[in-house]
């Protein structure tokens, strides 16, 4: 037999168990496999506990409670609702509340913010501090705080209704609310509503062709005018020519309270004020923080081609900032859905208030209740960071 | 004497002064208040604001205010403003909440340990930094021996505790132990091992989704039902748990902005030269994530230190509890600015102290080039 060296290929490995953790590839296969069965343990061993607890206690699993009589009373409701009502129909009534908070605390929170981190910028020394003071104050102190506080000076140190602030005879500031007049329609108002409907689309369809035409040509069409008078002007016009169909139920104090018109309670105002100011502070800093990140050169550019200041300001500055502003103001559009749950500390009745409260001590349903409410939660932040989400992707820089 | 050649030392000549509104006070006035029209209107509208806020204010806070009464019907005969007698009579409560009277020692002699075992953290040229840095991690132990008793000393339930107290223990320990929590979720979030990133990331969003007051109801009513039967265990504990997690998840997110800020080259260059996972983190990538996001880091300690307020809602005796149980009290109802005002400006004082700190430090670690 001759010998022959055979060619072999690289050198084997030979299998052996530290191999297992010194290869990298493996070792991570078998973090991951440990992580795996960890997690399923401890899993089973959560869920075979509430398992347990749940027969030790003799209670059945199951959202069927929901449709039982809720047996207590709202104090704020944007639906029909009593005490007879549901307990699902409290959760609706406690979901329309915090969505109500939520929403016209991110407006006035917006409002707010972008004045305030404009001012931030002023080159007025007074009006700077100012809102620094103002920044610093309401950064510093916890939330919670301020919806008490507001709370706090809006029913002790408001007068009772018989000594009401008035505003032009319709408006009244008392301890048990704000009472405005609410507007009650008539049949002619869906002329209005339909002019308003009819406005929108045709301003939109404007604006479009309006762009189409400067690509193509060049010329300019005057898009804010038209759109003006589309939206806002057009439904106007329409409400006086069909001889202002609406009337007001004004308020008017009977006894200990007002009646009529509509009741802002103290509750909703403490905590949609307190939030908004909160709020309105953090989103001062990132208008802020967004403005300052456009580079100078980049204003001294658009004047340089000859871009007047606005439509620098438009078209080169402000696009820019939002880039920058967008994602840190998504987080704070999060944060105001989320701190509107601080609405227990007050009485205000949103769903961790209704469903996560009430109902809850009353059904003695904790596991039930609990993820009906966080599942609530997830699915609103989900919602606004995805709508977000794709508004900043819209925005954000087309890159190579 | 030629012109041309002339030379002055210094001193020689007095100093000409610069011509008058070029500099000093009155030019100052101007360009800061009044450069334009506009300018004129806003600082005027401001200065009148101004006129109508801050005298009130100052005259109910402090000139009209009462500082000792023994009742609001008192305070009232006394003066027209804030009645901060209130807040004198109460303050033992404020502070320690309902911990034993005899033993509130302990709670102080903790607190100054406390800030003995910060200082050499947050000081970096302190003399002799790393011997108190041994202080530093065994005061964790000594501090919960001395509240909670034990071992010799006389136990003090945990329901006791409150005031600035509670706020404190909920805030250090929560800070403390949720930095390295998020530092692990941000690098599990980060990790190439798809289970452990899947973990991670599922863990932090549903953390992130969900408000911090949820979690505590969770704690405080359907803990119980993820443990074995007949278990139970101390309610602050289970909150402590429950905001550390929360303040985990939000830290790992600046923390993973941070890592992902640290160029690729990094991780590669310390591959190449031979440093495990670990290693590597530990000394080229973590050093400078962490550096940059102390921002945001700081921010969400502060932030941490305010949610700590809403334990008041399960029940616990924090200053808002035992602000709220006061004012219960017919003596002092309808006081419950003066409470609130009090009880802001603590939060103020600590929070404006900790984001001052963290200006400071950014200052200090900005080792870079400097743009300017």
Known sequence: ?400 | MDTATRTYAPGEYPDEKPPIGQSGFLHWVYTNLFSSPFNIILTLLTGYFLYKIVPPAFNWLFVDAVFVADSREHCRELNSGACWGFIGKRFGQFTYGFYPHELRWRVNLTFLLFIAAVLPILWGNMPKRREMLWFSALFPFIGIWLLCGGFGLEPVETSKWGGFMLTMVIGVTGIAVSLPLGILLALGRQSDLHIIRWVCTGFIEFIRGVPLITLLFVASTMLNYFLPPGSNFDLLLRVLIMVVLFSAAYLAEVVRGGLQAIPKGQVEAADAMGLKYWQSMRLVVLPQALKISIPGIVNTFIGLFKDSTLVVIIGLLDPLGIGRASLSDTKWQGLSTEVYVFIALFFFICCFSMSRYSIYLEKKLHTGHRED
């Open chain 1, 1 to 400: 037999m001759s010998q022959t060296t055979e060619f072999q290929g690289p050198p084997r490995q030979s299998f052996s168990i530290g191999k297992i953790w010194t290869d990298k590839r493996t070792r991570g296969l078998v973090i991951q496999l440990m992580a795996t069965i960890a997690i399923c343990a401890v899993i089973l061993y959560l869920g075979n506990n509430v398992v347990e607890n749940f027969q030790k206690l003799g209670k059945p699993f199951g959202f069927g409670f929901l449709q039982q009589e809720s047996n207590y009373d709202i104090n704020q409701t944007l639906i029909e609702y009593n005490s007879q009502s549901t307990h699902l129909r409290a959760a609706v009534v406690g979901i329309l509340n915090t969505l109500l908070v939520a929403v016209c605390g991110i407006i006035l929170a917006s409002i707010l913010g972008f004045i305030l981190g404009v001012l931030r910028l002023s080159p007025n020394w007074l009006v700077n501090k100012l809102a620094y003071c103002y920044i610093e104050f309401m950064r510093n102190v916890p939330v919670l705080v301020h919806i008490l506080l507001v709370h706090g000076i809006l029913v002790h140190s408001l007068p009772k209704p018989k000594q009401a602030i008035e505003f032009a005879d319709s408006f009244f500031l008392t301890n048990r609310g704000f009472f405005v007049p609410s507007p009650v329609t008539q049949p002619l108002f869906w002329v209005v509503i339909a002019a308003f409907v009819f406005g929108l689309i045709y301003a939109f369809w404007y604006r479009r062709n309006a762009r189409i035409k400067q690509a193509a040509t060049g010329e300019q069409s005057p898009v804010f005018w038209v759109m003006l008078g589309a939206i806002i002007g057009l439904p106007v016009l329409v409400f006086f020519l069909t001889g202002m169909p609406i009337n007001w139920d004004v308020p008017e104090l009977k006894g200990f309270n007002f009646k009529g018109g509509m009741a802002l309670k103290p509750e909703f105002l403490s905590l949609w004020l307190a939030l908004s100011l909160y709020t309105a502070a953090f989103i001062a800093e990132i208008v802020r923080a967004g403005i300052e990140a456009v580079n100078k050169g980049q204003t001294e550019a658009a004047l340089a081609l000859g871009l007047p200041r606005r439509r620098t300001l438009n078209l080169v500055v402000i696009p820019q900032a939002l880039r920058v502003i967008i994602p840190p103001l998504n987080s704070q559009y999060l944060n105001i859905t989320k701190n509107s749950s601080l609405a227990i500390a007050i009485g205000y009745m949103d769903i961790v208030a209704t469903i996560g409260g009430i109902t809850l001590n009353q059904t003695g349903r904790e596991m039930e209740c609990m993820l009906i409410v966080l599942g609530l939660y997830l699915f609103f932040s989900l919602t606004i960071s995805s709508i977000m989400n794709w508004y900043n992707k819209r925005l954000a820089l087309v890159e190579r």
